[in-house]
Nanobody, 120 residues
Framework: VQLQASGGGLVQAGGSLRLSCAASIRTFMGWFRQAPGKEREFVAAINWGGDRTYYADSVKGRFNISRDNARNTVSLQMNSLKPEDTAVYYC??????????????????WGQGTKVTVSS
């Protein structure tokens, strides 16, 4: 299983970035982030069919997760970025739906991470 995240970079506050995750599997997917000195935290998730999405309160209304199953990609459109969004962003995949989608431990596979820096 391979997950390849891309799209990170440096952007000014208020700007936008679009992250992509190329996956070799088709299952429930999530995006997490980890800022320096902090624990990895949930950002957004999407089910296999793409009709159910979930967001952390901190990004709701600003971020949008979507997927293209024909291309096996999951994207995270990030708008109105804030300096506190600065982190390494990881895409992740999980098979089981029994645990909470916002816990990193519930995910089986992880991408390598892509760094997002938002300047003030």
């Amino acid at each position: 299983v391979q997950l390849q995240a891309s799209g990170g970079g440096l952007v000014q506050a208020g700007g936008s970035l679009r992250l992509s995750c190329a996956a070799s599997i088709r299952t429930f997917m999530g995006w997490f982030r980890q800022a320096p000195g902090k624990e990895r935290e949930f950002v957004a998730a999407i089910n296999w069919g793409g009709d159910r999405t979930y967001y952390a309160d901190s990004v709701k209304g600003r971020f949008n997760i979507s997927r293209d199953n024909a291309r096996n990609t999951v994207s995270l459109q990030m708008n109105s970025l804030k300096p506190e969004d600065t982190a390494v962003y990881y895409c992740a995949a999980r098979y089981s739906l029994s645990g909470a989608y916002y816990y990193p431990r519930e995910y089986n596979y992880w991408g390598q991470g892509t760094k997002v820096t938002v300047s003030s």
